[in-house]
C-alpha cells in the first residue's frame, strides 16, 4: 500500500481541477513533479512556490480571500509545523477556508529523520477552532474526504499515510463517512482505532472481549457513537490508539464521558525522539504500534 494514497491524491485533485473552475493547488516543490500533467492544463490554478512553506499557506489564504479553494500540499511537517503561525493568522484569523493535505504522516519518512516526522501535527492543528481533521486509514477514505473537502469552502485537514489498512472501514450511509463505525462487539472494554492502526487493533484485540471503534476523522470527534459503545459495557474503560501522537484526542473521550465513572488510555506515537532512522515499520514497533505491543497496553490496562 505504500504511496497508495499520496497517488491516489494526486489523481483525484488532477480530476478536481478540470471540474471546477474554482479549485487551486498550490506545492512547496515536495509532490509538485506529479501534478505536471494538471499544471500544463491549468497554469494560473497550479502554483509550485519552491521550498518556502510560510509563503505555501499565505499564498493559498490569499485564494481564499479572492474567492477560489485552495488545496495545499506538502509532507506534514512542512505543511503544519513550519507555518502554523500562517495557518493560525492567514488563514483562521482571516476567516477563510482551504484544504491542506500532508503526507509522510509520524513517521513514514523515517529516513530522512526527525525534520520529516511529524507525531504532533494533528494536536496543533486541534488547538484551532473549525478545523475538521481526517486520518484516513484507506486510500478510498482519503479520496471520499477530499472530494467532499474540494466542494466545501471550510478549514480541512488530511493526513495522508504510507500505512493504510486492508480495506476501508469508514462508515457508510451518513454520506461523510466521519462517524465511528463498531469493527467488532464485546461487553468488557472500548478500544477506538483511528485512520491506519484498525488492522493492528483488530489483530492485537483477537480473543478479547471488547468493542472495537474505528473512525477516519477526529475532529469532529464522534463522541455520541462512543457513549452509545460504552453503555453496552461491563467495564466503561476505554483504550484509543491514534497513529499520531499519543493522548491526541484523550480530552475529546474524557469530554464524551465526563459524566460517567470511566478510564481512559491514549495509545500513540511516544514523546520521546526515536534517534535512529529505521523504517517506519521498525518506528511502529518501537512505540509499541505493532500488533503484540498494542495487545499488551491492552490487556495490561483492561486487566485481561
Given at each position: 500500500?505504500?504511496?497508495i494514497m499520496r497517488?491516489?491524491?494526486?489523481?483525484?485533485?488532477t480530476?478536481?481541477?478540470?471540474a471546477?473552475d474554482r479549485?487551486?493547488?498550490?506545492t512547496?516543490d515536495?509532490?509538485?513533479?506529479?501534478?505536471?500533467?494538471?499544471?500544463?492544463?491549468h497554469?494560473?490554478?497550479?502554483?509550485?512556490l519552491?521550498?518556502r512553506?510560510?509563503?505555501?499557506?499565505?499564498?493559498a489564504?490569499?485564494?481564499a480571500?479572492?474567492?477560489?479553494?485552495?488545496?495545499?500540499?506538502?509532507?506534514?511537517?512542512?505543511?503544519?509545523?513550519?507555518?502554523f503561525?500562517?495557518?493560525?493568522l492567514?488563514l483562521?484569523?482571516q476567516?477563510v477556508?482551504?484544504?491542506?493535505?500532508?503526507?509522510?504522516?509520524?513517521?513514514?519518512?523515517a529516513?530522512?529523520?526527525r525534520?520529516?516526522?511529524?507525531p504532533?501535527?494533528?494536536?496543533?492543528?486541534?488547538?484551532?477552532?473549525?478545523?475538521?481533521?481526517?486520518?484516513p486509514?484507506?486510500?478510498d477514505?482519503?479520496?471520499?474526504?477530499?472530494r467532499?473537502?474540494?466542494?466545501?469552502?471550510d478549514?480541512?485537514?488530511?493526513?495522508?499515510?504510507?500505512?493504510?489498512?486492508?480495506?476501508?472501514?469508514a462508515r457508510q450511509?451518513?454520506g461523510?463517512?466521519?462517524?465511528f463505525?463498531v469493527?467488532?462487539r464485546?461487553?468488557?472494554g472500548?478500544?477506538?482505532?483511528?485512520?491506519?492502526?484498525?488492522?493492528?487493533?483488530?489483530a492485537?484485540?483477537?480473543?478479547?472481549d471488547?468493542?472495537?471503534?474505528?473512525?477516519?476523522?477526529?475532529?469532529?470527534?464522534?463522541g455520541?457513537?462512543?457513549?452509545?459503545?460504552v453503555?453496552?459495557?461491563?467495564d466503561a474503560s476505554?483504550?484509543?490508539?491514534e497513529?499520531?501522537?499519543?493522548?491526541?484526542?484523550?480530552a475529546?473521550?474524557?469530554?464524551?464521558l465526563?459524566?460517567?465513572?470511566?478510564?481512559?488510555?491514549g495509545?500513540?506515537?511516544g514523546l520521546?525522539?526515536?534517534r535512529?532512522?529505521g523504517?517506519?515499520?521498525?518506528?511502529?514497533i518501537?512505540?509499541?504500534?505493532?500488533?503484540?505491543?498494542?495487545?499488551?497496553s491492552?490487556?495490561?490496562f483492561?486487566?485481561?
Amino acid at each position: 500500500m505504500a504511496g497508495i494514497m499520496r497517488e491516489r491524491f494526486v489523481e483525484v485533485t488532477t480530476d478536481l481541477l478540470a471540474a471546477d473552475d474554482r479549485l487551486t493547488l498550490v506545492t512547496a516543490d515536495l509532490s509538485a513533479k506529479l501534478f505536471d500533467e494538471a499544471r500544463a492544463s491549468h497554469p494560473a490554478r497550479v502554483v509550485n512556490l519552491g521550498i518556502r512553506e510560510q509563503l505555501l499557506i499565505g499564498v493559498a489564504g490569499g485564494m481564499a480571500l479572492a474567492g477560489m479553494r485552495p488545496i495545499a500540499h506538502s509532507f506534514a511537517p512542512f505543511l503544519i509545523e513550519r507555518p502554523f503561525e500562517q495557518i493560525k493568522l492567514d488563514l483562521n484569523h482571516q476567516g477563510v477556508g482551504a484544504v491542506l493535505v500532508s503526507a509522510g504522516a509520524s513517521y513514514d519518512i523515517a529516513g530522512g529523520g526527525r525534520s520529516h516526522q511529524s507525531p504532533g501535527d494533528v494536536a496543533l492543528l486541534a488547538t484551532l477552532p473549525g478545523w475538521t481533521l481526517h486520518v484516513p486509514g484507506h486510500p478510498d477514505e482519503a479520496e471520499t474526504q477530499l472530494r467532499e473537502a474540494a466542494a466545501g469552502d471550510d478549514l480541512v485537514y488530511i493526513r495522508l499515510s504510507n500505512q493504510a489498512n486492508r480495506q476501508a472501514y469508514a462508515r457508510q450511509g451518513d454520506g461523510h463517512g466521519h462517524g465511528f463505525r463498531v469493527l467488532r462487539r464485546g461487553g468488557s472494554g472500548t478500544v477506538v482505532a483511528i485512520g491506519p492502526m484498525a488492522d493492528a487493533v483488530l489483530a492485537a484485540t483477537e480473543g478479547l472481549d471488547v468493542s472495537v471503534l474505528y473512525g477516519a476523522t477526529v475532529r469532529p470527534f464522534d463522541g455520541a457513537a462512543l457513549r452509545a459503545v460504552v453503555a453496552e459495557q461491563h467495564d466503561a474503560s476505554v483504550v484509543l490508539v491514534e497513529p499520531c501522537l499519543a493522548g491526541t484526542s484523550v480530552a475529546e473521550v474524557s469530554r464524551t464521558l465526563q459524566d460517567l465513572p470511566h478510564r481512559v488510555l491514549g495509545l500513540g506515537v511516544g514523546l520521546e525522539e526515536l534517534r535512529h532512522y529505521g523504517t517506519s515499520h521498525q518506528h511502529a514497533i518501537a512505540h509499541g504500534l505493532g500488533p503484540a505491543g498494542l495487545r499488551l497496553s491492552i490487556t495490561s490496562f483492561l486487566g485481561k
